[in-house]
């Protein structure tokens, strides 16, 4: 006989709820953009009331907020939970880069969310602590190789870091087009010029380090243009 699970507390419907409310504004912002987007919809798409919504999340804003701050926490620990098994660093690149090639073509609606966020936001930056954390799960697994001897001490982390997005970013447009949803090859070669260019014995290019903090600037920059380009087609 099975046993009857213990009723949910206050909180626990709280959360329940609340979730509810951010999967059910997550399918309405991708169906009908932001300013298509209504409270009332998202309301009855959750189960609630409308009333009901605005004690969770005061504006339409706020909760586009909320909506594409979970997607990038979430995407954040699924990337470190997809490098976590690799100790050898260009396995854990190429384990990440396998995640992000098919983030970016599995999750690009909720992606193209974050293209438009910035701009019904007062203060735009406001997504930088997400992207931050989530760019640097590529920063850690680098830094990694560079303690253990394994990528040059020299090598420009910043530039590393554009390359590996910007290609998979780049890939990922070209796959999208021709209706293909992933290729190892993409990720083999990128984590194979990588090992080449960065491992102990080759030579750096030589460039001044931009400032950290535009780390997720250059991301989300990344991210628009493959929108643009996405949508032109």
Same mark, same amino acid.
């Given at each position: ?116 966020? !910035?701009?019904?936001? *007062?203060? /735009?930056?406001? +997504?930088?602590?997400? $992207?931050?954390?989530? @760019?640097?799960?590529?920063? &850690? ?68 380090? !931009?400032?950290?903090? *535009?780390? /997720?600037?250059? +991301?989300?920059?990344? $991210?628009?243009?493959? @929108?643009?380009?996405?949508? &032109?087609?």
């Amino acid at each position: 006989m099975s046993r009857q699970r213990p009723p949910l507390t206050r909180r626990e419907k709280v959360e329940v709820r609340e979730q509810a409310i951010l999967d059910a504004a997550r399918d309405v912002f991708i169906e009908q953009g932001y300013d298509g987007a209504r409270m009332a919809e998202i309301a009855h798409k959750a189960g609630i009331a409308e009333g009901t919504i605005y004690l969770y999340y005061r504006t339409k804003t706020v909760l586009m907020r909320a909506v594409v701050g979970a997607f990038w926490i979430r995407l954040t620990a699924d990337a470190e939970a997809a490098v976590r098994p690799h100790d050898c660093p260009f396995e854990a690149l190429q384990a990440l880069a396998r995640f992000h090639l098919q983030a970016v073509i599995e999750r690009f609606d909720v992606i193209g969310l974050s293209q438009a966020l !910035p701009a019904k936001l *007062d203060e /735009p930056t406001a +997504l930088r602590g997400e $992207l931050r954390s989530y @760019v640097s799960v590529f920063d &850690q697994i680098f830094q990694r190789g560079r303690d253990r001897g394994l990528i040059r001490p020299n090598a420009a982390l910043w530039m590393a870091r554009d390359v590996f997005y910007g290609s998979l970013e780049y890939s990922a447009r070209t796959l999208m087009q021709r209706g293909e949803t992933y290729d190892a090859d993409v990720v083999d070669n990128l984590v194979r010029l990588i090992r080449a260019h960065y491992a102990p014995g080759t030579v750096s290019p030589q460039a001044g380090p !931009p400032d950290p903090a *535009d780390a /997720p600037s250059l +991301l989300i920059d990344r $991210l628009e243009a493959v @929108v643009t380009r996405l949508e &032109q087609l």
